[in-house]
Every structure is written in structure tokens, then in C-alpha cells.
């Protein structure tokens, strides 16, 4: 049974920095793409930072390059979101996802499912002014 399940989101105040975990179990971490995908009520869901089974096969949303990161532990089976410089229209539920095997990192982010497809419950990011 695969199980996708993230954390690390806070309240925290335009500026700051937080970082998000997730950890994937279940599947073969080291063949699926992995996600960070973030909805605010009433919207659609956006693709924020992707990776690719080869990871160098990253993707940012434009808004959030030059101030977050996306990486993976292989070894561990986890990923990460350091998000830095944080602004109040980064406010959202953020979801960690698996996708593949042997999707792309950019393909992901943009279509939300390329593959076999796996997400987490999600976490709130919440940037105050």
C-alpha cells in the first residue's frame, strides 16, 4: 500500500522561511516523479516544484523560483520544500505527490497526473503581512 504523507506547515510572517517534508512509502521512491502542488479554496490547484525520476529533471512555478527548493533523500525515500522569503499569496494547502513510474518533473507539475498517482493529506502554509 503506498502512502504519501507530508509535513512542516506553520503560520509564519511574510519573510520568513519554512520547510516542508514528506515521505513516501510503498512504491519504488527512486523511478516516481515527486511533487509539491498547493490549493487555495475556490482555485485550482497549482503545480509548485516537481522533480523527475532522474532528478535533474526539476520544475518551478514561476512565482516561487529563486526562493524555493525542492530536493529528495533517495536513500531515505523523502522529499523537501525549503521555502524561503515567503509571501501572503504562498498562503495555501500544500500537497506532496508521487507520480509514475518514469515521469518527468515538468510534465508532472503542469498535469497533476501523468502515472500512477499518489498524494498526501496535506499541510497548511499560512503568510501573514
Known amino acids: 500500500q503506498v502512502q504519501v504523507m507530508e509535513s512542516g506547515g506553520d503560520s509564519v510572517q511574510a519573510g520568513g522561511s519554512l520547510r516542508l517534508s514528506c515521505t513516501a512509502s510503498?512504491?519504488?521512491?527512486?523511478?516516481?516523479?515527486m511533487g509539491w502542488f498547493r490549493q487555495v479554496p475556490g482555485k485550482q490547484r497549482e503545480g509548485v516544484a516537481c522533480?523527475?525520476?532522474?532528478?535533474?529533471?526539476?520544475y518551478y512555478l514561476e512565482s516561487v523560483k529563486d526562493r524555493f527548493t525542492i530536493s529528495r533523500d533517495k536513500a531515505n525515500n523523502m522529499l523537501y520544500l525549503q521555502m524561503n522569503n515567503l509571501k501572503p499569496d504562498d498562503t495555501a494547502m500544500y500537497y506532496c505527490a508521487a507520480d509514475g513510474p518514469y515521469s518527468g518533473g515538468a510534465y508532472f507539475c503542469h498535469l497533476g497526473q501523468t502515472g500512477n498517482n499518489y498524494w498526501g493529506q496535506g499541510t497548511q502554509v499560512t503568510v501573514s503581512s
Open positions: 510503498g512504491l519504488n521512491f527512486e523511478k516516481y516523479a
Open positions: 522533480t523527475g525520476w532522474n532528478v535533474e529533471d526539476i
